[in-house]
């Protein structure tokens, strides 16, 4: 009969509605909102916390993840995703957060080094044996030569490489505003692709075998080599980059409401521990934990890192001038 | 009997240009899909494919599809019946803006829901205040599933309702019988093999809705990634095989509603044959 | 019996005999205001905030507007391609029988059944320049990955059954005495093609080339990965929107979004009355 069959259908629906929702175990849940390659970092992460807190606690926790394009994952917690925490790359992001009065206002004083347990810079990474002898940012306006990044516009990895490039042309033509902007120029119309995020950048260059260069978090760039045999490609950290910093902070509000409050901020000073710290450095982010920074030294060419604010003012300045509608970036980019 | 383009040698040129084309265009991508699935032999597919989170993916978009799918009925059947049987003001007017979620760019109608029901909208901080979540939890991701899918069964009902005309439905009424009868006796038997075709369609984009998802979704593994966003993050974190392997399974999904559409249609035929 | 003879004229019965219409206009009604109006006032009250000079800016960006043309260009080409692609398909699957036509028709669907992202990493894979198409078509020195013949093949793929499916049953209503008749009178294969069935299939596929041609406009998933994303000659519209929203700027975003809306609407609305008339002009025809 009809009627049964409805009824069957419905009581299969009720049915996996009540699976698909988290079982409302006792256990408290935390959410991390992170940005898009942090996934398998966090995911080795969170079970050595999650012993951590059982062992000093006598509590079981649990860790959910939520990854995307660092902007999209804060505009997400604007309109409502209750994330306890926030694992960023970018700074802005977490201030859109505090100036909506989700998190505290003075979040960078909040945890030491401006609430940033890690930080990298961008680097190369280019084809076995370099044939385009690429070695810093002047190598790369050379005629020829196909870069491949992440759109500046859509991605935080895009914005940084950008503002290296900037960094340098601006010390090494000093500060010569024309000269800059050519360089800038050149730079930009040398990229063969603009993928929308760092990974898609990274599938354009290794799968599909395009450009000459891949630029990208020195983390990522190592990471890839790893992944796709350190034969086939090379590591180049140019000898001025940016000072990538990588910022964490509560989402106050959340985790109030969640009663989560304690656990979040155990949860980013975990990030400080010399076993977080030694895992990021595993993957390839730099810390500043001293014991780790010194086991790992060599992993990590010392490099000048100019910071954003040393090249642009502030990000609020830098997001104004360079990346907003009608900025210098869509002016350099115009033919 | 003579017809255009019944010479042999036109025949077959066209034949075979027509089936060249379609392995190249349509077949091919169906094939690369599979291949890079298996690159890594069926043990990797398959660890890939009974992963924790790809369960939990799958889970959710077929629950997503199993909710949306009466609610599209529901609301198709109910419009087709409104603008082929009636004739009112506005008529044309109700029937193009059906058409609103085919005109709208996915990401967009995402957009919009959450511009009304996300924690700054006027509707979602009320809700916020009584502690209800829609956007970023399974309900959100229904919605604007429905929203993207409503037109399929309408679209399917509306044409061949128009085409039947009401004639037959009019002479039950002359003969008195009750509305609900006259809709499951007369009406259902006449379009039920379209009736299924748009929600094998509905069921279809359901599963495999992208864009619109992705913005109220808030991506939490294991919670609310549906296949299509689990396949782009497998996809992101270099794992090919993993993206393809979902893909593959959404790749079935698509062929399982070929042959469902290609067997209904057959049927279809043959009842019209022996009609 | 024949459910089609039916046809003619019963639409404009103008008395309400039949059941049902506070009913289906009830349920019709709540749930175009809710799911479809609604979430729209979200999309308006954005622009709202905008005066007529700003909402201008935003739409005439000439990044944006490079946008449009090769969105436009774009589907334009694709849905060319597709009209005489799908023209060949509809008329080998309704006039000849070989081995494999239940196939080559169930796969006609494929692109609509398959979900679009699925659609973008695959064509990317086989298309790049060493994927197995890549491999194939870049010595001849046709780029397609990262190009606008990419953008232009992903749109047609995602698009083609809308012409196939359009123009099949008109073909197969056709009655035979048509091209029968031309041949008798002598005519070629190519001249009776062009003087008797192409002016009875013409609506339909305009109509199937029109709903093709829109449903590229707001295609997204399907076309970003192969796309190449460069400023002023590979960036689609969708994508313009989406570059709008990771700066917070809903009001842009919704401003460019609406262009889209309206211009798919208005398409939409003229295929519609297109197809209206059409339905009325082939039933009077052969009633």
Not at chain 2, 147 to 170: D, K
Not at chain 2, 175 to 200: D, E, K, M, S
Not at chain 3, 105 to 111: E, S, T
């Amino acid at each position: 009969m009809r009627l049964t069959s409805l009824r069957r259908t419905l009581l299969a629906a009720a049915l996996g509605i009540g699976l698909a929702t988290p079982a409302l175990a006792a256990e408290r849940e935390l959410l991390n909102s992170s940005y898009d390659i942090a996934r398998e970092l966090f995911s080795a992460i969170n079970p050595e916390f999650i012993t951590h807190w059982q062992a000093e606690n006598g509590e079981e926790v649990e860790i959910q993840q939520s990854h995307g394009g660092s902007s999209a994952q804060a505009r997400a917690i604007l309109q409502g995703l209750r994330a306890d925490v926030v694992t960023y790359n970018q700074v802005t992001d977490v201030q859109v957060l505090a100036d909506a009065g989700l998190v505290a206002e003075d979040w960078q004083q909040q945890l030491p080094n401006n609430a940033s347990p890690y930080y990298s810079t961008t680097a190369f990474l280019v084809r076995k044996d370099n044939p385009k002898g690429i070695e810093s940012w002047d190598d790369l306006v050379e005629e020829g030569v196909q870069i491949v990044f992440p759109n500046p516009k859509t991605s935080g990895n895009g914005r940084y490489t950008y503002l290296a490039a900037w960094g340098f042309a601006d010390q090494e033509y000093g500060g010569d505003e024309e000269r800059v902007h050519d360089f800038m120029r050149t730079f930009l119309r040398n990229v063969a692709v603009f993928d929308t995020g760092g990974r898609g950048a990274t599938t354009s260059f290794i799968e599909r075998g395009i450009g000459d260069v891949l630029i990208s978090f020195e983390s990522e760039v190592n990471n890839i080599r790893q992944e796709y045999g350190s034969d086939d490609y090379e590591v180049i950290v140019p000898p001025v980059s940016i000072l990538a910093e990588f910022p964490v902070a509560v989402v106050e509000s959340n985790a109030e409401r969640n009663g989560n409050q304690d656990l979040a901020q155990a949860y980013l000073e975990y990030l400080y521990s010399e076993e977080a710290q030694r895992m990021l450095a595993g993957f390839n982010y730099r810390v500043h934990h001293e014991a780790v920074v010194e086991e790992f030294a060599e992993n990590f060419p010392a490099t000048e890192l100019l910071t954003v604010e040393e090249i642009g003012g502030s990000w609020d300045e830098v997001m104004d001038t360079h990346f907003g509608s009608g900025g210098l970036l869509d002016q350099l980019q115009r033919r | 009997m003579q017809r255009i383009g019944d010479a042999p040698a036109v025949r077959r040129l066209l034949i075979t240009a027509a089936v060249l084309l379609a392995a190249l265009f349509l077949l091919l991508p169906l094939v690369a899909i599979f291949a890079q699935a298996f690159a890594r032999g069926v043990d990797v597919f398959w660890a890939n494919i009974t992963n924790t989170y790809t369960l939990a993916a799958i889970q959710l978009t077929l629950v997503i599809a199993v909710l949306t799918i009466p609610v599209c009925l529901v609301f198709g059947v109910a419009l087709a019946w409104l603008v082929t049987r009636f004739r009112f003001p506005g008529r044309r007017i109700l029937q193009t803006l059906i058409d609103i979620p085919f005109a709208v760019s996915p990401v967009v109608a995402g957009l919009v829901y959450l511009l009304l029901y996300g924690r700054t909208g006027w509707l979602g901080s009320w809700l916020d205040g009584h502690d209800i979540q829609l956007m970023f939890a399974w309900p959100g991701i229904l919605m604007v599933t429905i929203f993207v899918t409503c037109p399929f069964v309408a679209r399917e009902l509306i044409p061949l309702m128009q085409a039947q005309g009401s004639r037959e439905e009019e002479a039950a009424v002359t003969l008195g019988a009750p509305g609900w009868t006259i809709f499951r006796r007369v009406t259902l038997p006449n379009i039920r093999w379209a009736l299924l075709y748009g929600v094998i369609l509905t069921n279809a984009r359901a599963v495999g809705e992208f864009g619109a998802v992705s913005v109220v979704s808030g991506a939490i593994r294991g919670q609310t990634n549906t296949l299509p966003l689990h396949l782009e993050q497998l996809y992101q974190d270099y794992n090919t095989v993993g993206a393809f392997a979902s893909a593959s399974l959404l790749a079935l999904i698509a062929l399982l509603t070929l042959v469902a559409k290609a067997s209904l249609e057959w049927r279809a035929a043959r009842r019209e044959d022996h009609a | 019996m024949s459910t089609r003879s039916f046809a003619i004229g019963l639409g404009s019965t103008p008395k309400r005999v039949l059941p049902g219409f506070g009913l289906s206009l009830g349920i019709s009604l709540t749930f175009v205001s809710l799911m479809l109006l609604l979430p729209m006032t979200g999309l308006f009250g954005q622009l709202a905030g905008l005066s007529l000079a700003e909402y201008w800016t935003i739409i005439t960006n000439d990044r944006v507007v490079a946008s449009y043309v090769v969105t436009i260009g774009a589907a334009a080409v694709a849905a060319i391609v597709n009209a005489a692609f799908g023209l060949l398909l509809a008329w080998v699957l309704v006039r000849y029988e070989f081995p494999g036509k239940r196939l080559l028709d169930a796969l006609m669907d494929l692109p609509f059944a398959l979900p679009t992202a699925v659609a973008g990493i695959t064509l990317a894979t086989l298309y790049a320049s060493n994927g197995w198409m890549g491999r194939l078509l870049e010595p001849l020195g046709l780029q397609v990955a990262y190009t606008w013949v990419g953008i232009a093949l992903a749109m047609a793929f995602t698009s083609i059954p809308f012409v196939v499916r359009t123009v099949q049953p008109v073909l197969e209503d056709m009655p035979h005495e048509m091209d029968e008749a031309a041949l008798t009178l002598g005519a070629s294969d190519i001249t009776g093609f062009r003087r008797v069935i192409l002016p009875h299939l013409w609506p339909a596929l305009v109509t199937g080339t029109g709903l093709a041609f829109v449903r590229s406009l707001g295609e997204f998933g399907a076309i970003i990965f192969i796309a190449g994303n460069m400023p002023y000659e590979t960036e689609i519209t969708a994508l313009m929107i989406f570059v709008r929203l990771q700066e917070y700027d809903y009001a842009g975003a919704s401003a460019i979004a609406s262009v889209v809306l309206f211009a798919s609407l208005a398409l939409l609305l003229v295929i519609n009355i297109w197809q209206g008339r059409f339905i009325k002009r082939l039933h009077g025809g052969h009633g």
